[in-house]
Protein backbone atom coordinates (compact mmCIF):
# COMPACT_ATOMS: atom_id res chain seq x y z
CA UNK A 1 0.00 0.00 0.00
CA UNK A 2 1.24 3.66 -0.65
CA UNK A 3 1.45 5.89 1.57
CA UNK A 4 0.11 9.98 0.63
CA UNK A 5 3.32 12.26 1.87
CA UNK A 6 5.82 11.46 4.17
CA UNK A 7 7.91 14.42 5.25
CA UNK A 8 11.23 14.23 6.89
CA UNK A 9 11.06 17.59 9.27
CA UNK A 10 14.87 17.55 10.17
CA UNK A 11 16.90 19.97 7.74
CA UNK A 12 20.17 18.90 6.55
CA UNK A 13 23.14 21.10 5.06
CA UNK A 14 22.91 21.30 1.44
CA UNK A 15 25.31 18.57 -0.17
CA UNK A 16 24.32 18.49 -3.85
CA UNK A 17 21.94 15.68 -3.82
CA UNK A 18 18.64 13.80 -2.15
CA UNK A 19 17.20 10.12 -1.99
CA UNK A 20 13.95 9.15 -0.97
CA UNK A 21 15.49 6.71 1.23
CA UNK A 22 16.88 9.20 3.58
CA UNK A 23 13.73 9.62 4.39
CA UNK A 24 11.75 6.23 3.93
CA UNK A 25 12.46 3.00 3.40
CA UNK A 26 12.34 1.33 -0.07
CA UNK A 27 9.61 -0.59 0.57
CA UNK A 28 7.35 1.88 1.76
CA UNK A 29 6.34 3.82 -1.39
CA UNK A 30 4.66 6.79 -0.84
CA UNK A 31 3.20 9.73 -3.70
CA UNK A 32 5.37 12.29 -2.29
CA UNK A 33 8.63 12.12 -0.20
CA UNK A 34 10.36 15.22 1.20
CA UNK A 35 12.42 17.75 3.45
CA UNK A 36 14.00 20.39 4.16
CA UNK A 37 17.79 20.92 2.45
CA UNK A 38 19.80 23.67 4.44
CA UNK A 39 22.17 26.16 2.73
CA UNK A 40 25.67 26.90 3.96
CA UNK A 41 25.05 29.44 7.03
CA UNK A 42 25.46 33.04 5.31
CA UNK A 43 26.10 32.14 1.98
CA UNK A 44 23.43 33.73 0.24
CA UNK A 45 21.95 37.20 1.00
CA UNK A 46 18.55 35.95 -0.81
CA UNK A 47 17.03 33.19 -2.61
CA UNK A 48 19.25 31.53 -4.98
CA UNK A 49 18.00 29.67 -8.42
CA UNK A 50 17.96 25.83 -8.37
CA UNK A 51 18.59 23.60 -10.98
CA UNK A 52 18.11 19.63 -10.40
CA UNK A 53 17.42 16.39 -12.47
CA UNK A 54 17.32 12.54 -11.72
CA UNK A 55 20.35 10.49 -10.85
CA UNK A 56 18.20 7.38 -9.89
CA UNK A 57 15.08 5.68 -10.38
CA UNK A 58 13.41 2.84 -9.21
CA UNK A 59 9.64 2.66 -10.44
CA UNK A 60 6.87 -0.47 -11.01
CA UNK A 61 6.08 -1.38 -14.43
CA UNK A 62 2.93 -2.53 -12.94
CA UNK A 63 1.62 1.13 -13.83
CA UNK A 64 2.76 4.43 -15.78
CA UNK A 65 6.14 5.17 -15.39
CA UNK A 66 5.63 8.71 -13.44
CA UNK A 67 8.52 10.93 -11.24
CA UNK A 68 8.83 14.58 -10.74
CA UNK A 69 11.49 16.49 -9.08
CA UNK A 70 10.64 19.56 -6.98
CA UNK A 71 12.51 21.88 -5.52
CA UNK A 72 10.52 24.67 -3.45
CA UNK A 73 10.09 27.02 -0.19
CA UNK A 74 13.30 28.52 -1.45
CA UNK A 75 14.54 31.24 1.01
CA UNK A 76 18.26 32.80 1.18
CA UNK A 77 18.52 30.04 4.06
CA UNK A 78 17.63 26.58 2.63
CA UNK A 79 14.25 24.77 0.33
CA UNK A 80 12.50 21.59 0.49
CA UNK A 81 13.08 19.21 -2.06
CA UNK A 82 10.50 16.46 -3.04
CA UNK A 83 10.22 13.58 -5.08
CA UNK A 84 6.38 12.65 -6.38
CA UNK A 85 4.52 10.22 -8.12
CA UNK A 86 0.46 10.05 -9.23
CA UNK A 87 -2.09 8.24 -10.03
CA UNK A 88 -1.61 4.63 -10.60
CA UNK A 89 2.38 4.85 -10.47
CA UNK A 90 4.22 3.21 -7.77
CA UNK A 91 7.81 5.04 -7.02
CA UNK A 92 9.80 2.74 -4.95
CA UNK A 93 13.16 5.05 -4.07
CA UNK A 94 14.74 7.88 -6.50
CA UNK A 95 17.98 9.82 -6.52
CA UNK A 96 17.93 14.21 -7.13
CA UNK A 97 20.94 16.25 -7.98
CA UNK A 98 20.77 19.94 -7.67
CA UNK A 99 22.82 22.60 -8.20
CA UNK A 100 21.97 26.03 -6.82
CA UNK A 101 23.53 29.82 -7.67
CA UNK A 102 23.29 33.02 -6.75
CA UNK A 103 19.80 35.18 -8.18
CA UNK A 104 22.05 37.97 -9.22
CA UNK A 105 25.23 35.64 -10.97
CA UNK A 106 25.11 37.25 -14.95
CA UNK A 107 27.26 34.38 -16.05
CA UNK A 108 25.37 31.59 -15.45
CA UNK A 109 21.59 30.80 -16.31
CA UNK A 110 18.83 28.45 -15.05
CA UNK A 111 15.73 27.24 -16.95
CA UNK A 112 13.33 24.50 -17.14
CA UNK A 113 11.67 23.17 -20.34
CA UNK A 114 8.46 20.81 -20.11
CA UNK A 115 6.29 19.26 -23.03
CA UNK A 116 3.46 21.12 -22.13
CA UNK A 117 5.14 24.50 -22.85
CA UNK A 118 6.59 22.96 -26.05
CA UNK A 119 5.67 23.04 -29.75
CA UNK A 120 6.52 19.76 -32.18
CA UNK A 121 9.39 21.64 -33.98
CA UNK A 122 11.74 24.72 -33.11
CA UNK A 123 9.13 27.35 -31.44
CA UNK A 124 9.22 30.99 -30.83
CA UNK A 125 12.26 31.76 -28.69
CA UNK A 126 10.74 32.45 -24.50
CA UNK A 127 12.82 34.33 -21.76
CA UNK A 128 14.29 32.42 -19.62
CA UNK A 129 12.21 31.99 -16.73
CA UNK A 130 14.14 32.67 -12.79
CA UNK A 131 13.36 29.31 -11.05
CA UNK A 132 14.11 26.06 -12.36
CA UNK A 133 11.50 24.05 -10.67
CA UNK A 134 9.19 21.95 -11.28
CA UNK A 135 5.30 21.84 -11.38
CA UNK A 136 2.71 18.90 -10.68
CA UNK A 137 0.17 18.02 -14.20
CA UNK A 138 -2.73 16.56 -14.56
CA UNK A 139 -2.81 12.83 -15.41
CA UNK A 140 -3.00 12.62 -19.24
CA UNK A 141 -4.64 9.69 -21.09
CA UNK A 142 -4.31 10.51 -24.35
CA UNK A 143 -1.12 9.63 -26.61
CA UNK A 144 1.25 12.65 -27.09
CA UNK A 145 3.32 13.78 -30.01
CA UNK A 146 7.03 12.02 -30.48
CA UNK A 147 9.17 15.45 -30.28
CA UNK A 148 8.73 18.31 -28.27
CA UNK A 149 10.96 21.20 -28.61
CA UNK A 150 11.16 24.72 -27.62
CA UNK A 151 13.70 27.91 -28.39
CA UNK A 152 14.83 30.01 -25.37
CA UNK A 153 16.85 33.34 -25.75
CA UNK A 154 19.14 34.79 -22.68
CA UNK A 155 18.02 37.56 -20.93
CA UNK A 156 21.16 39.22 -21.79
CA UNK A 157 23.61 37.43 -24.94
CA UNK A 158 26.82 35.82 -23.52
CA UNK A 159 29.81 37.09 -25.37
CA UNK A 160 31.36 34.10 -26.01
CA UNK A 161 30.11 30.07 -27.15
CA UNK A 162 27.97 28.69 -24.28
CA UNK A 163 27.68 24.93 -23.03
CA UNK A 164 24.20 23.72 -22.14
CA UNK A 165 23.72 20.79 -19.53
CA UNK A 166 20.51 19.15 -19.21
CA UNK A 167 19.25 17.08 -16.76
CA UNK A 168 16.15 15.06 -16.81
CA UNK A 169 13.33 16.61 -13.77
CA UNK A 170 9.83 15.16 -14.69
CA UNK A 171 8.50 11.54 -16.38
CA UNK A 172 5.39 10.60 -17.51
CA UNK A 173 5.70 7.15 -19.79
CA UNK A 174 3.61 4.10 -20.59
CA UNK A 175 5.00 0.89 -19.23
CA UNK A 176 3.98 -2.82 -20.82
CA UNK A 177 5.97 -5.23 -22.91
CA UNK A 178 5.43 -3.30 -26.33
CA UNK A 179 6.56 -0.12 -24.80
CA UNK A 180 10.13 0.61 -23.83
CA UNK A 181 10.92 3.43 -21.44
CA UNK A 182 12.94 5.98 -24.03
CA UNK A 183 13.36 9.57 -23.55
CA UNK A 184 16.38 11.94 -23.88
CA UNK A 185 16.39 15.78 -23.14
CA UNK A 186 19.08 17.40 -25.24
CA UNK A 187 19.79 21.38 -26.70
CA UNK A 188 21.32 22.29 -29.97
CA UNK A 189 20.80 24.93 -32.48
CA UNK A 190 23.22 26.77 -29.52
CA UNK A 191 24.65 29.97 -29.86
CA UNK A 192 25.39 33.32 -27.48
CA UNK A 193 22.16 34.61 -28.06
CA UNK A 194 19.79 31.18 -27.29
CA UNK A 195 19.38 27.22 -27.89
CA UNK A 196 16.92 24.82 -28.54
CA UNK A 197 15.56 22.38 -25.85
CA UNK A 198 14.83 19.06 -26.68
CA UNK A 199 12.56 15.94 -24.94
CA UNK A 200 11.88 12.93 -27.62
CA UNK A 201 11.44 9.17 -27.52
CA UNK A 202 11.37 7.46 -30.02
CA UNK A 203 10.59 3.79 -31.37
CA UNK A 204 8.33 2.18 -29.44
CA UNK A 205 8.36 4.57 -26.28
CA UNK A 206 5.37 6.74 -25.68
CA UNK A 207 5.74 9.73 -23.59
CA UNK A 208 3.25 11.06 -22.19
CA UNK A 209 4.77 13.99 -20.88
CA UNK A 210 8.28 15.35 -19.66
CA UNK A 211 10.46 17.88 -18.42
CA UNK A 212 13.83 19.01 -17.84
CA UNK A 213 15.96 21.71 -16.54
CA UNK A 214 19.06 23.19 -18.01
CA UNK A 215 22.22 25.48 -17.01
CA UNK A 216 23.71 27.65 -19.37
CA UNK A 217 27.39 29.42 -19.15
CA UNK A 218 30.55 30.25 -21.07
CA UNK A 219 32.51 27.52 -22.40
CA UNK A 220 35.72 29.30 -21.46
CA UNK A 221 34.61 29.59 -17.49
CA UNK A 222 37.09 29.35 -15.16
CA UNK A 223 37.00 26.24 -12.72
CA UNK A 224 34.21 24.85 -14.44
CA UNK A 225 33.96 22.34 -16.98
CA UNK A 226 31.37 19.66 -18.20
CA UNK A 227 29.45 17.38 -20.76
CA UNK A 228 28.44 14.06 -21.39
CA UNK A 229 28.67 10.65 -21.27
CA UNK A 230 26.57 7.42 -22.53
CA UNK A 231 27.00 3.83 -22.28
CA UNK A 232 27.26 3.76 -26.17
CA UNK A 233 30.82 5.41 -25.67
CA UNK A 234 31.47 1.87 -24.68
CA UNK A 235 29.61 -0.70 -25.88
CA UNK A 236 26.55 -1.35 -28.45
CA UNK A 237 23.02 -1.02 -27.88
CA UNK A 238 22.71 -4.58 -28.74
CA UNK A 239 24.66 -5.65 -26.12
CA UNK A 240 23.23 -4.43 -22.82
CA UNK A 241 24.89 -5.16 -19.25
CA UNK A 242 23.88 -4.16 -15.65
CA UNK A 243 26.81 -2.11 -15.29
CA UNK A 244 28.66 -0.14 -17.83
CA UNK A 245 31.56 2.45 -16.36
CA UNK A 246 33.88 4.29 -18.01
CA UNK A 247 36.70 7.74 -17.25
CA UNK A 248 35.98 11.15 -18.44
CA UNK A 249 39.07 13.58 -18.42
CA UNK A 250 38.76 17.10 -18.22
CA UNK A 251 39.18 19.70 -20.90
CA UNK A 252 41.35 21.58 -18.24
CA UNK A 253 43.32 20.44 -15.02
CA UNK A 254 41.82 21.54 -11.81
CA UNK A 255 44.01 23.67 -9.14
CA UNK A 256 41.62 21.49 -6.45
CA UNK A 257 39.90 18.32 -6.95
CA UNK A 258 36.30 19.59 -8.00
CA UNK A 259 33.37 18.61 -7.24
CA UNK A 260 31.20 16.98 -9.85
CA UNK A 261 27.28 16.87 -10.12
CA UNK A 262 25.90 14.30 -12.87
CA UNK A 263 21.99 13.18 -13.64
CA UNK A 264 20.19 11.41 -16.14
CA UNK A 265 19.48 13.08 -19.57
CA UNK A 266 18.86 10.08 -21.35
CA UNK A 267 16.60 6.43 -21.33
CA UNK A 268 16.77 3.24 -22.99
CA UNK A 269 15.65 0.56 -20.86
CA UNK A 270 13.40 -2.11 -21.57
CA UNK A 271 9.31 -2.11 -20.55
CA UNK A 272 8.65 -5.57 -19.60
CA UNK A 273 10.24 -4.70 -16.20
CA UNK A 274 10.55 -2.03 -13.35
CA UNK A 275 12.71 1.04 -14.46
CA UNK A 276 15.48 0.72 -12.28
CA UNK A 277 18.62 3.33 -13.41
CA UNK A 278 21.36 4.97 -11.60
CA UNK A 279 23.90 7.48 -12.54
CA UNK A 280 27.09 7.59 -10.35
CA UNK A 281 30.50 9.12 -10.12
CA UNK A 282 33.35 7.89 -8.41
CA UNK A 283 37.28 8.28 -8.25
CA UNK A 284 37.57 12.29 -8.34
CA UNK A 285 40.94 13.91 -9.30
CA UNK A 286 42.26 17.30 -10.73
CA UNK A 287 42.45 15.59 -14.06
CA UNK A 288 38.65 13.34 -14.70
CA UNK A 289 36.56 10.75 -12.77
CA UNK A 290 35.29 7.62 -13.37
CA UNK A 291 31.13 7.43 -14.11
CA UNK A 292 28.98 4.36 -13.73
CA UNK A 293 25.33 3.52 -15.22
CA UNK A 294 23.80 0.50 -14.07
CA UNK A 295 20.88 -1.11 -13.59
CA UNK A 296 19.75 -4.55 -11.63
CA UNK A 297 16.95 -7.14 -10.61
CA UNK A 298 15.56 -8.18 -14.10
CA UNK A 299 15.56 -4.80 -15.68
CA UNK A 300 17.52 -4.80 -19.00
CA UNK A 301 19.38 -1.53 -19.93
CA UNK A 302 20.14 -1.00 -23.46
CA UNK A 303 21.54 2.27 -23.06
CA UNK A 304 21.44 5.53 -20.75
CA UNK A 305 23.33 8.52 -20.96
CA UNK A 306 24.33 11.63 -18.08
CA UNK A 307 25.06 15.10 -17.84
CA UNK A 308 27.92 16.50 -15.62
CA UNK A 309 28.89 19.32 -14.57
CA UNK A 310 32.29 20.28 -12.63
CA UNK A 311 32.56 23.10 -10.41
CA UNK A 312 36.63 23.35 -8.85
CA UNK A 313 36.74 26.80 -7.84
CA UNK A 314 40.07 27.56 -5.45
Not at 12 to 26: I, K, M, N, P
Not at 113 to 140: G, N
Not at 164 to 191: H, P, Q, T
Not at 217 to 223: E, G, S
Amino acid sequence: MRIAMVHLAKSRLDDGHFSTEEVRRREKPALSTSRPIAFTPNHYDEPPNLAAGFSSLDVSCEGPIRANLIADNITKDGFRIAIETWGQSTLYAADGTFIERKATAKECIFGQFDTQDASFSPAKSATAPRAATTRKLAVQTEPVPRKYAKRFDFPQPFKEPVEVVCWLNRLDMSSGRDRDYKIRAFADEGDEEGFTAHLNTWDNGELHGAAMCWIAFPKLKPHVDSGRFTTTDVRKRTDPRPKTSSRVKFKQRFAVVPTVLTALSMLDTAGNADLRVRVSVAEVSREGFRWTLETWGDSTLYAAGASWIALGFP
